[in-house]
């Protein structure tokens, strides 16, 4: 037989719960919870959108002409085959300094906006551009490039001999992709 005494007391306890529940500082809780949860996820995507070829391809396929000669690379096959996007060889993996140039980069924003770069202007400004690429990719010992071409992407062994003569070499004498693979996706440019 039920206790009709406890089932109340059990009953306004339920309802003490609820009203405590209902306090709106304590609402702010999981709706905060809720936010953080939505914030990080689009936080996320937009770090993955941002990533994807098309976002480059907005500013620059109008203002220089990079993603055609990108097209035309052994980098970027076909639409459904692509060897390395933009952003795998531009963008860093890891996160600090993915974080540096998502936010230098905004300022690109800004230059889009004012029109700096122009297809007119582009090989005047190139050199500029190029050589903040070479710096970055020496500086990083190429960390791009050696994240795909790694292992079994870069076994000497069945590289033809002038490749493998000149990679076996590449660390005593303290070279870097870069320092030899200039103008793999784009024009290549000679800088004195
Ligand atoms: C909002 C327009 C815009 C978008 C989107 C954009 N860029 Fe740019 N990008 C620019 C502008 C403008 C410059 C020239 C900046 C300058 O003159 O200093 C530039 C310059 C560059 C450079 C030259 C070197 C450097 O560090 O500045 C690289 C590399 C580059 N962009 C790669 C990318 C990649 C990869 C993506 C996609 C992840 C991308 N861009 C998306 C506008 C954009
Ligand atoms: C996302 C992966 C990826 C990245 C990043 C990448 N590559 Fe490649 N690369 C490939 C694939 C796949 C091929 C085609 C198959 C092969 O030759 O290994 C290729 C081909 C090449 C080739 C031979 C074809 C040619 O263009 O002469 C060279 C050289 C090369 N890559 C150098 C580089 C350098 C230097 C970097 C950094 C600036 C780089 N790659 C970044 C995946 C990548
Ligand atoms: C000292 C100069 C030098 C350095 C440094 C160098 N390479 Fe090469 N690499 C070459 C030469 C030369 C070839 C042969 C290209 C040719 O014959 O057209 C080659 C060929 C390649 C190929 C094509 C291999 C094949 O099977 O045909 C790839 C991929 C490649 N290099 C990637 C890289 C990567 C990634 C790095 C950095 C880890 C690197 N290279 C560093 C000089 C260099
Ligand atoms: C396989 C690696 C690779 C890919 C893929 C790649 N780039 Fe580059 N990019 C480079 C390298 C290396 C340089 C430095 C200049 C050079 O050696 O060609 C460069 C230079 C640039 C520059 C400076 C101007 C110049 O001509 O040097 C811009 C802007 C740029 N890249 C944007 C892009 C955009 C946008 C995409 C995609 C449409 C892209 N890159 C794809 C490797 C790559």
């Known amino acids: 037989m039920d206790d009709p005494t406890s089932s109340a007391s059990a009953l306004s306890r339920r309802e003490r719960l609820w009203r405590w529940l209902k306090k709106p500082w304590l609402l702010s809780i999981p709706i905060g919870i809720y936010l953080l949860v939505i914030g990080l996820a689009g936080f996320q995507s937009v770090m993955v959108a941002s990533n994807q070829n098309v976002f480059c391809f907005s500013c620059h396929l109008k203002m220089d002409t990079i993603v055609q000669e990108y097209k035309a690379s052994p980098h970027y096959v076909s639409e459904d085959k692509v060897h390395a996007t933009c952003a795998d060889c531009h963008v860093p993996h890891e996160f600090v ?95 004195e």
Not at 128 to 147: F, G, I, K, P, Y
Not at 150 to 165: C, E, H, M, W, Y
Request: glycine share 4%.
């Open 97 to 191: 300094d993915k974080m540096r140039v998502k936010i230098t980069a905004t300022a690109d924003i800004y230059y889009m906006f004012i029109g700096k770069i122009t297809k007119e202007n582009f090989e005047q400004e190139r050199p500029r551009l190029a050589q903040r690429v070479w710096d970055d990719m020496t500086a990083e010992n190429s960390a791009n490039c050696r994240h795909c071409h790694v292992g079994d992407n870069f076994d000497l062994s069945k590289q033809p001999q002038r490749a493998r003569l000149n990679h076996q070499q590449m660390d005593a004498r303290g070279e870097t992709c870069i320092d030899c693979h200039t103008g793999i996706a784009h024009k290549r440019i000679t800088v």
